[in-house]
């Protein structure tokens, strides 16, 4: 682990995950231990790398070995055996990078070692366990996907039914728009009649009050009247039995007493005409209630209709809220599934752009060998013209030296004269060299001489 990013399995576990997962039939059953251990072999290693470019890519084994036919290749079928190696070689090099093998080369072909091969297979087996847990988590996203659209749709044929409800709850069919306004009508001149008769009846009920508290306060002032008569008469009795005074004084004394019994008998009376017209005042409020139960009733249906308006208006707003909570549900639905479809979105369009850039390196790749190719036949017709200059050139070269042993010859004839005629020179200008030293030696004795002379 301090050298890789994936853990090295065992040769076991990579030969039953190998089996299980990547290879079928008849090569399932014939890939064992030894094909990996002590010693791997190179065609188990090889068709295994096919069988994972075929898992992952749907790249069959039969496309490895296919050759480009074209005239100027000589003999293609030499070159079946190294192109499958060659495709297979091009094709794990580019896909183990993505499991963090950088180093793969031929040799891991050709001539596989155990511990290469080992760490190749886990990183391969890692990459695949990703894979799968990747298209489960796709997969599951898929379902909820599915059923999050299955929900949406029943959300909107509910919502659909909801306002088709709301609509018939709330239009009034033509047929009974006359009589709902009617109703309108009605109930509007019932609510004012009863707004005026409540108000005739509190202003009844004030009277009521006020009358009640004046007879209390008359009735208190009766008894009051009855208590002082009561004494007054105790008091004559003591007075009667205590006088002894004179007539004159008794007689203004009961008169006194007889004005104020006189007195006492008007207020009773007062009292007792107004008794009689509080009795009638309160016959005719017993009436008036009569007609406020009347009322009362009427107002109480009125009530009861009220409250089933009410009722089919909170059930109204119920919908309405219900409509407004599956609106935001369908908005929430609709923002993930927005979300859902940019993700989608941008997979596809990774996608698109990882098969883009493949379709581009194959298409690279493609236009790469086709140029190999064609040098490769450039340079076997270079190679032909080369070797026919060659061929020229080597006959130029024996004619040029049958032509130099022709010069040599002619150059040692000629040489041999001018090596002649140069010692002819050299003696002749020996001699010639000598006659003039003894001319000179003759000029100077008779130089010697004339000067003597002189």
Known sequence: MTENTFPVYKVDAIVTFFRTEVLTGQEAKHFTKNDLAPSPKPDAVQRLY??????????????????????????????????????????????????????????????????????ILSGIMNYLHFRKQRLDMTMGHQERFREDMDKLQAYSRGTKDAQKKMDKLTTIPPEQQAEARELDSALSDLQTNTMHQYQEVNAINENIA?????????????????????TLKENIGKLKSQIVESPEEMKIQMEKMKENVK????????????LVG???????????????????????DLQSSMNKTQQHQEEAQALVCVYEAQQKEL????VEEGQLKRSLGMKMDKESKQHIRRQKKKEIKD??????????????????????????????SQHLRSQMTNLRDTCSQETEKAQDLFDRLLAALDHFHKRIQNHVVEGNNDIVKMTANF
């Open 50 to 119: 096919m069988r994972i470019l075929q898992l992952l890519y749907r790249f069959k084994p039969e496309c490895h070995y296919m050759v480009p036919f074209s005239e100027n290749i000589q003999h293609p079928q030499l070159h079946e055996w190294p192109t499958a190696v060659m495709s297979v070689y091009l094709r794990m090099r580019q896909f183990l990078r993505m499991c963090y093998v950088y180093d793969f080369s031929l040799n891991d072909l050709l001539a596989p070692k155990v511990k290469r091969t080992v760490t």
């Open 210 to 230: 006020e009358w009640k508290t004046e007879m209390a306060e008359k009735s208190q002032k009766l008894t009051q009247l009855k208590v002082d008569v009561a």
């Open 263 to 274: 007195n006492i008998k008007l207020a009773i009376e007062t009292a007792d005409e107004r």
């Open 278 to 300: 509080l009795q009638s005042n309160v016959q005719g409020v017993t009436h008036s209630e009569a007609d406020i139960q009347l009322i009362f009733k009427l107002l109480q």
């Open 331 to 334: 908005k929430n639905h609709g």
């Open 367 to 396: 236009q790469y060998v086709e140029d190999v190719l064609g040098q490769c036949d450039n340079v076997h017709q270079k190679r032909e013209q080369i070797a026919d200059q060659i061929q020229e050139r080597d006959r130029d």
